[in-house]
């Protein structure tokens, strides 16, 4: 089994294992994530590997964290790689996300390493009021929008994003590298 196979059992497992604690229907869940319900289907049967901006709008609708459907997980038995950590999608080839530190209850944050490469940009849809995004820019140029707003951070520099908006990302200089602390209060 491949690298991509492992991802999509992994996201599989964990999107149906979080509808079913819920007691949600795929029309419920589509309702709550804005993923159609065809989609969520194809996912959840491994006939489709959703790109990262499905899956974080599938984790804020299901209100739980990006990176239980990425990280490693007991409880499916799925090994998705050497470094469990690091995940690249073949949908957004330009976008790797490496997990930290994942999501616990007790400090209610995650934590990534995210690049972006050829200029690509990353949108994402309102996760629940109040989740706060610290973002530390490693090396790159890296636009920042929240809302209506955008702004350029370079190496070293740092903002404090608010989640609960439309926001997203991109990579300015043909390759950026930034840290993600999300919150959730």
């Known amino acids: 089994m491949n690298k991509q196979d492992r991802v999509g059992q992994q996201i599989a497992a964990v999107l149906k294992r979080e509808r079913q604690a819920k007691g949600w ?45 990425i990280s490693q997980d007991e409880a499916t038995d799925v090994a998705l790689q050497d470094d469990p950590r690091v995940q690249g999608f073949t949908e957004d080839p330009n976008m790797t996300v490496t997990t930290l530190f994942c999501y616990s209850p007790k400090t209610k944050f995650e934590t990534f390493e995210i690049t972006l490469s050829n200029y690509h940009e990353q949108r994402s849809s309102p996760h629940h009021c109040g989740v706060l995004e610290h973002i530390h820019v490693l090396e790159g140029r890296l636009r920042i929008f929240e809302g209506a707003q955008e702004r350029v951070l370079t190496a070293n520099e ?22 993600d602390i999300i919150f959730y209060p």
């Open 25 to 69: 229907s795929l029309d419920k869940t589509a309702k709550q994530t804005g993923v159609s319900k065809a989609m969520l289907g194809q996912i959840e049967r491994l006939e489709s590997s959703p790109t990262i901006a499905t899956l974080w709008k599938i984790a804020t609708g299901l209100q739980c964290s990006f990176s239980s459907f």
């Open 158 to 179: 740092q903002c404090v994003l608010h989640g609960d908006v439309p926001h997203g990302y991109r990579d300015e200089a043909g390759k950026s590298r930034f840290i």
